[in-house]
């Protein structure tokens, strides 16, 4: 059973970076086929898929975040962190981190973390 978990802060002062981490455990994030993401979903809105990090470590971005946004990852650790830069209010969200299959089906969720962002 893979489980996900995020941690962070849950207060962040705008034009800051917000830095998350996505602990996994129960199956290794090098495992061929594997992609890791971030998706957040802020209040009264649906879910909005921010990246990924990949399982051979490639990155890919939503372009609606990509030109503040990271995905860096620490094997020896089994996890990987996003990174969102500037952020502002509507920044706000609950986080998550999620395993996505090949077959573009998400299978593990974490609990999902609640950042505000303050102004």
């Known amino acids: 059973q893979v489980q996900l978990q995020e941690s962070g802060p849950g207060l962040v002062n705008s034009s800051q970076t917000l830095s998350l981490t996505c602990a996994v455990s129960?199956?290794?994030?090098?495992?061929?086929?594997?992609?890791w993401s971030w998706i957040r979903q802020p209040p009264g809105k649906g879910l909005e898929w921010i990246g990924r990090?990949?399982?051979?470590?490639?990155?890919g971005f939503s372009p609606s975040f990509e030109s503040r946004t990271s995905i860096s990852r620490d094997t020896s650790k089994n996890q990987f962190t996003l990174q969102l830069s500037s952020v502002t209010p509507e920044d706000t969200a609950v986080y998550y981190c999620?395993?996505?299959?090949?077959?573009?089906?998400?299978?593990?969720w974490g609990q999902g973390t609640q950042v505000t962002v303050s102004s």
């Open positions: 999620a395993r996505r299959m090949a077959t573009m089906k998400y299978d593990y």
């Open positions: 990090i990949g399982y051979a470590g490639s990155t």
């Open positions: 129960g199956g290794s994030i090098t495992t061929n086929g594997y992609y």
